[in-house]
């Protein structure tokens, strides 16, 4: 919150271990953190009054304890079962409960304020998503839209976009 608090040797690390500490729920998810690499900087926000809003969160490396791999939605067909289960069949336990708060502790969903906006890669949609990745794998992707009028138009994927950090959530 504006007050500096000192240096550290290996920032790429710092980074990755608080951003772990979030997605974990040991940092409260309101709390923003902000890499700025031309600054040399590493922001940490808990002030109140910060608009956020939710996003989907992309895995930035291959994590073999949840076995999903780099470049992938942290959600998964598993988790979504389990909210359709638990959706059908509320329950006993409210603390067997996922629901919206267990994505958060999950890491499925994070919220971001603007500061944190400013430094994320965001893609519209799981399937932009796809598209990149397979993009990046060398694979030709056929640009034929076919001659549906109602089809959904996509941008095209910018060559520059080194990697996706979070996935819109559209209702």
């Not at 922001?43 to 969160?57: L, N, W, Y």
């Not at 893609?123 to 397979?134: A, F, H, Q, S």
């Not at 992707?141 to 549906?148: C, K, T, V």
Request: include cysteine.
């Amino acid at each position: 919150n504006g007050v500096w608090v000192g240096i550290h040797q290996d920032p790429k690390h710092l980074v990755s271990q608080v951003l772990d500490t979030r997605r974990k729920s040991y940092l409260q998810y309101e709390v923003s953190l902000v890499r700025e690499i031309r600054d040399q900087e590493f922001k940490i926000f808990s002030d109140a009054g910060r608009v956020m809003r939710p996003v989907f969160t992309v895995q930035q490396e291959d994590d073999p304890e949840t076995g999903i791999e780099k470049g992938h939605l942290v959600l998964t067909k598993e988790l979504v079962n389990k909210l359709a289960k638990e959706q059908a069949e509320p329950p006993d336990d409210p603390n067997d409960k996922i629901g919206w708060e267990g994505l958060i502790r999950a890491g499925a969903v994070e919220y971001l304020d603007a500061e944190e906006e400013e430094t994320s890669m965001i893609c519209m949609t799981p399937e932009d998503l796809e598209l990149y990745r397979l993009q990046k794998a060398g694979v030709t992707l056929d640009d034929d839209q076919g001659e549906d009028l109602n089809r959904r138009l996509k941008t095209k994927t910018n060559p520059t976009t080194h990697m996706y950090t979070h996935c819109e959530i559209h209702p």
